[in-house]
């Protein structure tokens, strides 16, 4: 964690479940969830994912190109967000893979027990806040900046510093309500997919739309899923 021109700045975490995992464990979440690869959306490839899925973390790009849309569909007056989906904003810096991780998790609290932890203790402590107060929270988060640190230095590539210019970013896709959301801490709401009952399925179905629009090597994105360890 550092700080430049008093803006917070994380570790950026590398896109891999063993990071993931290791950033929940660190948080006191046991073996109830367990982060793993998606490698592709043809049915065979989804098919090997394991079951079930309660939740998807995406790597893209950060292009305007890609958010421009985003943002667009996030302001819709069509864009109706249930009152139950668990949205933070991101304030630190880098620390985008973190904030997917919370929204995966924090909208899948009825279902995937978080056990009694740092990561469940931050999430009682900040029921009911609006999504600004809830990042102010996490802000004054030691133990949960360890436990960022402690995933970071997971990765198989080298970790870059915490205030490096990087250039994709996460989000998060988890059903709430009977519908799908698109859950990412810069936009200024979530993304309403629409009714839903398999995330893995259907947040495939937009994710390759969002890969088909943009222009540029497929490589650049990847996805994973949340469930249950194997």
Request: charged letters at 25%; proline letters at 5%; one cysteine or more.
């Given at each position: ?15 891999s ?34 079951q ?31 009152p139950?989906v ?18 995966a ?13 740092d ?14 107060a ?14 960022h640190?402690s ?10 510093a915490?205030?490096?210019e ?6 998060a896709?988890a ?15 979530p ?13 495939a ?6 890969i ?12 994973i899923?949340?469930g249950?360890?194997?």
């Open positions: 964690m550092s700080s430049v021109n008093g803006k917070t700045y994380w570790v950026p975490l590398e896109s479940p063993d990071a993931m995992n290791k950033v929940i464990r660190q948080m006191g979440v046991g073996a109830s969830a367990a982060f793993s690869d998606v490698f592709g959306f043809d049915d065979e490839l989804l098919e090997m994912v394991p079930p899925v309660h939740a998807l973390v995406f790597l893209f790009p950060l292009t305007d190109k890609f958010e421009d849309p985003r943002k667009q569909e996030a302001l819709s007056s069509e864009n109706k967000v249930s139950n668990w949205f933070m904003k991101q304030t630190i810096g880098n620390a985008c893979g973190t904030m997917a991780i919370f929204h998790l924090g909208n899948n609290q009825k279902t995937l027990p978080i056990g009694n932890g990561l469940a203790a931050f999430f009682e402590r900040v029921n009911g806040l609006s999504p600004e809830k990042a102010a929270e996490l802000e004054q988060s030691s133990a949960l900046a360890d436990a640190k995933g970071a230095a997971e990765g198989q590539t080298e970790a870059p915490a205030d490096a990087v250039e994709h970013h996460y989000a896709y059903i709430v309500d009977g519908d799908l959301y698109e859950i990412d801490g810069r936009l200024p709401a993304i309403n997919h629409g009714p839903s009952t398999d995330v893995l399925k259907d947040g179905r937009v994710i390759k739309k969002r088909a629009a943009f222009e540029g090597d497929s490589q650049q994105f990847s996805v899923s949340l249950q360890e194997q």
